[in-house]
């Protein structure tokens, strides 16, 4: 399991609104400086956040980006989540749904099936305020 780039960025941008979550709305170049990222991927990522209610927009003069919630109500499971529909150990299990005609029969699937809950388990207990808190 590999969490891809919108994923990592995702979180990144994440992080740095709550680090900086005091009400006003952060520009987008200022994110893309001090994250050193790509603004048009990041672009793309904002709008997925924005239309899934974690972050809200604001155009024109003093617009930006800014956390919809307190950083301690993010778990970093559902921004995960979002960006990579599921974070599934193997193939099979992708999207909760078991697509393998053989999982029926499958000696490791509960394997698979223990480490997802420890994926699962270790991202929920995580928020966006633990992030903030390492940099304080």
């Not at 994110?31 to 990222?37: A, H, P, S, T």
């Not at 972050?55 to 970093?76: M, V």
């Not at 099936?113 to 270790?122: C, R, S, V, W």
Request: proline share 3%; aromatic share 8%.
């Amino acid at each position: 399991m590999v969490i891809s780039s919108k994923g990592e960025y995702a979180l990144r941008v994440m992080a740095d609104l709550a680090i900086n979550h005091d009400g006003r709305f952060i520009p987008l170049k200022e994110i893309v400086q001090k994250e050193e990222l790509s603004q048009k991927y990041l672009e793309s990522i904002m709008r997925m956040l924005s239309k899934a209610n974690l972050i809200e927009a604001a155009s024109g003069h003093g617009g930006g980006y800014r956390l919809k919630k307190a950083p301690e109500e993010y778990t970093l499971w559902e921004i995960l989540e979002l960006t990579e529909g599921g974070l599934a150990p193997v193939a099979c299990m992708k999207n909760s749904a078991m697509t393998c005609d053989r999982s029926g029969q499958c000696y490791t699937l509960p394997i698979w099936q223990g480490l997802a809950g420890l994926i699962q388990d270790y991202f929920q207990g995580k928020t966006l305020a633990d992030i903030a808190r390492n940099v304080e």
